[in-house]
């Protein structure tokens, strides 16, 4: 019966860890959460965006469409073009204190971890 349990829940951890892999991923390029972080202040257009955080059109984008994809912002029609805001803004906040939170627990240890080495 244990070892049952321990079945079922290494295999639904298993498609939970996927799941959890996919959103991270959403979360881990600088100008995504840059993008995300901006827009707690309230829905932009893509060339709001453009204008506040200094960041190329297709850059933009390219990362809105990702977050979308994600679940993480939604749009909507406004004229000729589109008006992005956060599905989740409590959820996504809270997610980046805890973050933070780790960061801090950790002694930044993540921020001169060297991402690029092969493991
Ligand atoms: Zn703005």
């Known amino acids: 019966m244990y070892h049952r349990y ?3 829940k290494a295999a639904a951890t298993a498609e939970t ?3 959890v ?3 991270f991923h959403a979360l881990s390029d600088p100008s995504r959460l840059t993008i995300l ?4 202040l309230g829905e932009h257009r893509v060339v709001d965006l453009v204008a506040h955080l200094g960041l190329a059109q297709s850059t933009v ?3 809105l469409a ?3 994809d994600c679940g993480l912002v939604t749009s909507r029609p406004v004229g000729r073009s589109s008006m992005f805001s956060l599905t989740q803004p409590d959820l996504v906040a ?8 780790i960061l801090a627990a950790t002694g930044d240890a993540a ?4 991402m690029s080495a092969s493991h």
């Open 6 to 8: 321990m079945t079922m």
């Open 17 to 19: 860890n996927e799941g």
């Open 21 to 23: 892999t996919a959103l």
């Open 37 to 40: 972080r901006h827009l707690f």
């Open 61 to 63: 984008s390219q990362h």
């Open 66 to 68: 990702c977050l979308r």
């Open 94 to 101: 809270a997610l980046l204190a805890r973050a933070e939170l």
């Open 111 to 114: 921020a001169a971890h060297d």
